[in-house]
């Protein structure tokens, strides 16, 4: 069964570092996310991307943050300057092209900034 | 705007009786709901969604969840639990109109179950 893959599983980073996430989505899914969770906290969307470019994000997705699709299989979310409270789970998600699908998650990236 | 309540943070049971987990939401126009559950060190699961039709929906392992408009309620049900299925269950809700598509996410809900 197709799974959406994330890299890597973990990541410790010094705050004010750059870091890359990166996701491959399921083949034939057109749309794509990006959520985090705070360790104890609920599960937060931060951007959605279709066709090349961003459709919605959240409040939290501020201007140290950006997102990639830049070879047709990764999907990528980068934080350009790490700070102490980035540090959570980060879960990649996709899915097909009618209103109606399932958003399948990937196993998630934890991110410990230091 | 969207959003999911799951009163409970823990919900304990004994293996082979009966579960129920908790949801209510609010959306301004139809919801798509969702079921997602989280194992230790694991990602999210789907279990289950309510698109349209049937108010009684069936997923993944034995779980069902009933679909009340009127009480804007989207519970987990399952007729006999098992042990195997403590673990961290997520309602979700997105409007059928939400051009982006975002998942609202409830803040979780920890089932153990008990042998």
């Known amino acids: 069964e197709p799974e959406v893959t994330q890299t890597p599983s973990h990541q410790v980073t010094q705050m004010g570092q750059e870091v890359i996430l990166r996701c491959v989505p399921i083949?034939?899914?057109?749309?794509f996310y990006w959520y985090r969770q705070i360790l104890g906290q609920k599960v937060e969307f931060l951007v959605s991307?279709?066709?090349?470019?961003?459709?919605?994000k959240s409040e939290i997705f501020d201007d140290q943050f950006s997102v990639e699709r830049p070879d047709g299989s990764n999907f990528t979310l980068k934080i350009r300057s790490t700070k102490l409270e980035d540090s959570a789970m980060y879960f990649c998600?996709?899915?097909?092209?009618?209103?109606?699908?399932?958003?399948?998650f990937g196993p998630g990236t934890r991110l410990l900034v230091l | 705007a969207q959003s999911v309540a799951q009163p409970e943070d823990q919900v304990n049971v004994a293996e082979g009786n009966p579960l129920t987990v908790k949801c209510t939401y609010s959306v301004s126009g139809n919801p798509y709901l969702f079921w997602y559950v989280q194992y230790p060190n694991r990602g999210l699961q789907f279990l289950l969604k309510y698109i349209t039709g049937d108010n009684l929906v069936k997923g993944s392992y034995g779980f069902e969840a009933e679909f009340n408009k009127s009480q804007t309620s989207f519970h987990l049900k399952k007729p006999s639990a098992l042990v195997s299925d403590s673990a961290l269950y997520f309602c979700a809700v997105r409007d059928w109109y939400n051009a982006g598509n975002m998942l609202t996410f409830g803040g979780g809900t920890r089932l153990m179950v008990k042998p």
């Open positions: 083949s034939n899914h057109l749309y």
């Open positions: 991307f279709y066709n090349n470019e961003i459709s919605e």
């Open positions: 998600a996709s899915r097909g092209d009618t209103v109606q699908e399932t958003q399948y």
